[in-house]
């Protein structure tokens, strides 16, 4: 495909609605990652959770041919998975980073054991009639030039990724448990005496962090695919948590990181028409990833730089007011 028209497609309003469709599994994981994150207990099994809900949402909806049923067992799939990592950290004293790679390792070889069992493939459930979750056409806006094919005619899940980064917002700086949440991951000890129950604080955090990787998950086996495949998250967990962290630990900043993350996912997919090894262009969100990760790396080290900077300057003032004195 010419170059010329491979630019035109990525300026093209199908290409912007592509990246909020694309962005969506990355922000609502990203969301769960740092509720929990900032109650100080991250959550890596956000990649297992994606898979474990994914494949039990379609499975479900298969056999009650309801895509609601489908919907709730996933979420509950995902829930209980998180449940399990937070009754190995907090009530076993696991580490929480290897028992989430256990839970990880379990979530890949599982689901394509039972994918195996349920269907005799390993690598798909096309022989699954599994429901999708319905397109939502939004009226009037629909009919707008540009703004319409870019706003509308997206899933649920994607509109709930926006309407959830304003919710968490809420809830973790106007509400008493979310105070009490970032207070807990600040300083536990501190937390702990003024009679925050910290253990219960972060059981919590993990909870909702599972539900929120579960809608992730959801959102690619019901959504974005309407099938489940082998690995079908494609790490987007682990980029969902580099999102938190690029983003500042802020609601709003993980929702622009995701998306700079769904832009380059789907820049990939456009340049794949191109004739560049197909190797280079799957490359792309994890490159991106990896500069993002620097990034954010060299901004950390600027700032701890600049605070110890003020701290020196701060210290020779006493100093000198010391000795006038």
Do not use: C
């Not at 290897?98 to 069992?117: D, E, K, P, S, V």
């Not at 005619?153 to 700086?173: D, E, K, N, P, R």
């Not at 959801?218 to 099938?227: E, K, P, V």
């Not at 622009?256 to 340049?271: E, S, T, V």
Request: without cysteine; charged residues 10%; hydrophobic residues 55%.
């Amino acid at each position: 495909m010419p170059l010329d028209v491979v630019l035109r497609g990525i300026f093209s309003a199908l290409f912007a609605a592509s990246v909020l469709r694309i962005s969506t599994p990355v922000i609502l994981p990203a969301l769960g990652g740092l509720i929990s994150d900032l109650a100080g207990s991250i959550n890596i099994a956000l990649e297992g959770t994606m898979l474990v809900s994914a494949f039990t949402g379609v499975v479900v909806s298969a056999y009650t041919q309801s895509v609601w049923l489908g919907l709730l067992a996933g979420i509950l799939a995902g829930v209980a998975l998180s449940a399990l990592l937070a009754f190995f950290h907090l009530s076993m004293n696991t580490n929480i980073i290897l028992a989430g790679i256990a839970l990880n390792i379990m979530a890949t070889g599982g689901t394509i054991f039972l994918l195996y069992i349920l269907t005799g493939d390993k690598g798909n459930s096309s022989s699954l009639a599994s429901g999708a979750v319905p397109v939502i056409n939004i009226p009037l806006l629909k009919d707008i030039p540009f703004f319409g094919t870019v706003l509308s005619g997206h899933s649920i899940f994607t509109y709930l990724a926006f309407l959830l980064t304003w919710l968490v917002s809420v809830f973790l700086y106007k509400t008493r448990l979310g105070v009490h949440l970032r207070a807990v991951g600040e300083n536990p000890e501190a937390a702990a005496s003024l009679g925050i129950n910290v253990k219960k604080v972060r059981a919590i955090a993990l909870l909702l962090s599972g539900f929120l990787a579960s809608l992730g998950g959801l959102n690619l086996s019901m959504a974005y695919l309407n099938i489940f495949q082998r690995d079908m998250t494609s790490g987007r967990g682990f980029i969902a948590l580099a999102a938190i962290y690029l983003g500042g630990r802020k609601p709003l900043g993980t929702l622009i990181a995701a998306i700079i993350f769904g832009l380059a996912d789907a820049l990939g997919n456009q340049l794949g028409s191109l004739k560049i090894p197909s190797q280079l262009v799957q490359m792309i969100p994890y490159v991106a990833t990896i500069v993002a990760l620097v990034v954010y790396a060299l901004r950390t080290q600027a700032q701890v730089r600049e605070r110890m900077h003020k701290f020196q300057q701060r210290e020779a003032e006493i100093a000198a007011k010391a000795s006038g004195d």
